[in-house]
């Protein structure tokens, strides 16, 4: 029986990087171009010049990886998250965790968290934080800049 259950996860884990490889391969890609370039590409700050919910999560994850746990935090806390969820995405073939994976208020629940800390990151440090900042280079504030002339 524990045999079976050893074969499930390892199937688990082969269907997921056999499905998710392209994202997989494009993310690691992105991750190093940021990195090595030191490259803001978050699309919000890119056109509205306005941070997301999710801006800083890739140097927060490369400080978890790091495993510079206090890093990681001021970066993004919600990166902690991402190892649950990515876990459950990777073994939802598995039938117990498939009934978690199911669960409607577990997402609900996640993404209450999301927003919230993106509002209490927001209220805390924008824009005096290094990745909580204002782009004035974006679009939006380009198109505000020509119409003012």
Known sequence: MKSFQHNQYIISILNFLKYYSIPIILLVIYSIFAVYFKFDGCISKLIFGLPCPGCGLSRAGISLLMLDF???????????????????????????????????????????????????????????HDVLCLNYNSLLFKIFNISKT
């Open 70 to 128: 206090s890093k990681a935090w001021h970066y993004n806390p919600i990166i902690f998250l991402i190892p649950f969820m990515l876990l459950l995405l990777i073994f939802k073939d598995v039938e117990w965790v498939n009934k978690i994976f199911k669960k409607k208020i577990l997402w609900i629940i996640i993404l209450i968290l999301i927003i919230s800390c993106y509002i209490v990151r927001m209220i805390m440090y924008f824009p005096n």
